[in-house]
Structures are given as C-alpha cells and as structure tokens.
C-alpha cells in the first residue's frame, strides 16, 4: 500500500503544479484518510520508505536524479524510523523547486511505501525500482514504481529468482525489462501480468524508460483486482487518478488528487483505465 505521483511537465507553470503536488504526496505519506479507512483504522502513514527520480531538460540535455531511502535496520524501533523516513521524504520535496530551476520540461515519478507484511525493507527495497534493458536499438534505463501487490512467486519463478530475496515490485521490475528486451512493449509487459491472473490488489503502475539520447518515456497504468473493487474503503484507496493542466499530465493517488481538489488546484481529474503513456503536449 503506497502513494504515488508519476508525471510530466514543461514550461513555467506546469513545473510548479508538479512541485506542488509533490508536496501533497508528502503530506499524504505522513497522515493519510483513506489508508485508515482501508485498514480499518490500523495505519495512517505511508513510512517504510520513499524514492524519486527526475528527469529535468535544460536546453538539449537532461539531468536525472535519483534517490532512494529506508532507515530500517534490523532491530530499530519502527516508530523512530517511520519520523526518520518521513523527515527525508519531507526534505527531499522541498529541494525539488531548486532542482526544476531553469528547466523547459520535467519527468518526475515519487513514491512513498508501506510494505506488506513479510517483504524485505531498506533502502535498495524503496521504490522506483532501476532495471536496465538491452534493446535492439540499445540499452535503455528502466525505473518502476507500484501501488499493489502482485503474486510474485509465478513471476520469480519465470525469471530463476529467489522470491524471498525480493519485493513483488523488483520482480515485476525485472520482468517489464525482460519483456522489452524480448522486443515487447510496456503495454504489452503490464497485459500480461493481468492476464496471467497475477494482480492479488492492484497494479496501480508508473514505468519510466530513459534512454541513451533522446527524451524519457512515462507509462502509466491502472488497474484494481475484481475482489477490491467490492469494497468501497479500498477501491477508494487505490482508485488512479489521471491529472490533467495546460503544462502537465500526472497521474496520482487518490489522496493527492483529493488535497489537489481541497487546495483548488487548476486540475481536471479522470478514473486512470488501463495504460496511458505520458507526453507534454507541446515540447518547447
């Protein structure tokens, strides 16, 4: 169960709604409705780690950041690393204007996590995940980012993995690199895990492809598995909500896409069905 923002942006405007939204997910990460409603009020808080990657175009050249943090370790308090983890998502949002300065267009996908019970934690296990494909036009950087859970031992499986070595999101990581690099396409890849029956609550995803040259590439998907979709606290937690403005197409968890609202936010918001790929209408 985790919070998501995934999008692009250019020009002025748009660079600061997605600033801004950024600072929502951090608010959601820290105290959060509708995880309590879905939890039946066990958890509020989405602190078992955060990551970001940006991809920012000044001129013909992009720069990327990437950054990934959990501090758990075995046998720490979780109270003190929850704050911990907060605190460092919370700082992270606040450098990201400095970050956008000077820039013409932005790809940024940010993730805060809460794990599901029995998966690995720590850093290297925040999300987005960084894979590499290999291409027949070359090798491309693969970053994934997941609001769900699927069955990752089919897909472990499949790809001679360990699954109690890795989170189900790193599994499907691998697996979407694996299918590009087999020639398929990211649509393709997130079908085949719905397909298989493998999505246990969602598939709510954000897939970002950077390439050697050229501009990034930003995939989303949505998806709510059948039993979730029978119970209102939880469909309206992992309900995807595709974000629209002049300079910006984002795609948000419910939460964000309510503080968004409640802010008076110049959005208009959708239901996110399915894979969309995300472009700027206009890249000046």
Known sequence: MCRLLAGVAWGGEGLRLLAGLAGLLARAAERD???ARATGGRRWS??????????????????????????????LPEGGVCRANLEALKAAVERLP?????????????H??????????????????????????????VYLAHNGS????????????????????HILA??????????RSIPEAISEVEERGLVKTALDLAVAILHPTGPPE??????????????????????????????LRAYASTTIAQLATSQGLPL?????????????????
């Open 218 to 247: 930003l995939y989303v998907n949505g998806y709510i598995s059948p039993e979730l979709r029978e119970d209102p606290a939880k469909l309206e937690y992992y309900k995807p909500i595709l974000l629209e403005a002049s300079q």
């Open 98 to 110: 400095r970050l956008l300065e000077g820039a013409r267009e932005a790809l940024l996908v940010l």
């Open 150 to 169: 699927v069955e990752k031992e089919p897909l472990a499986r499949l790809h001679g993995l360990d699954p109690r070595a890795y989170t189900d999101t």
């Open 46 to 75: 989405h602190c078992h780690g955060y990551g970001i990657l940006l991809a920012a175009r000044r001129g013909a050249s992009w720069r990327v950041y990437y950054e990934r943090f959990d501090a758990w370790a075995p046998g």
């Open 174 to 183: 691998i697996h979407t690199a694996a299918r590009l690099s087999e020639g």
């Open 268 to 284: 208009e918001a959708h239901t996110l069905n399915g894979t969309q790929k995300l472009e700027p209408a206009i890249r000046q």
């Open 112 to 141: 805060a996590r809460l794990a599901s019970p029995g998966e690995p934690r720590g850093t290297l296990n925040a999300h987005p995940f960084r894979v590499e494909a290999h291409t027949q036009a070359g090798p491309v950087e």
């Open 33 to 35: 409705p509708l995880l």
